[in-house]
C-alpha cells in the first residue's frame, strides 16, 4: 500500500513561488508515474503536471512554463516547483501515483492513478 504526503503549501502573493513536495512509503510509489492534481472550490479536480519513470514530463496548458515537476527515486519524493503564480491556482494541490503505469493512459487524468494524498493547500493572493 502506497502512502502519499504532500507538503509545502502556503498563502503568496500573485507573482510567487512555492515548492510543493510529496513523500511517498510503503510500496513502489515512485516506481510508476507521478503527478499533481489541483482542485479549486466548486471545480472539477485538474491534472497540472506528471512524470513517468524515465522523467518524461506533461504539463496542463494553464500552467507550462511557470510550473515544474521533477522527481527524486532515491528519496522516493516528488517535487513541483510553481513560479509566477496567480490567484487563479489557488486550490488544494493533490500528489497522485500509479506504480503499475501503462503508457497509454492519459498522463493528467485522475482516473489513471489509483494512489491519492491528502492534499495541501496553496492560496495566490492578488
Known amino acids: 500500500q502506497v502512502q502519499l504526503v504532500e507538503s509545502g503549501g502556503g498563502s503568496v502573493q500573485a507573482g510567487g513561488a512555492l515548492i510543493l513536495t510529496c513523500a511517498a512509503s510503503g510500496g513502489t510509489g515512485s516506481s510508476g508515474s507521478m503527478a499533481w492534481f489541483r482542485q479549486a472550490p466548486g471545480k472539477q479536480r485538474e491534472g497540472v503536471a506528471s512524470i513517468t519513470r524515465i522523467d518524461s514530463t506533461t504539463y496542463a496548458d494553464s500552467v507550462k512554463g511557470r510550473f515544474t515537476i521533477s522527481r527524486d527515486n532515491g528519496k522516493n519524493t516528488l517535487y513541483l516547483q510553481m513560479t509566477s503564480l496567480k490567484p487563479d491556482d489557488t486550490a488544494m494541490y493533490y500528489c497522485?501515483?500509479?506504480?503499475?503505469?501503462?503508457?497509454?493512459?492519459?498522463?493528467?487524468?485522475?482516473?489513471?492513478?489509483?494512489?491519492w494524498g491528502q492534499g495541501t493547500q496553496v492560496t495566490v493572493s492578488s
Open positions: 497522485a501515483a500509479n506504480p503499475n503505469w501503462r503508457d497509454y493512459w492519459d498522463p493528467l487524468g485522475a482516473g489513471s492513478y489509483n494512489y
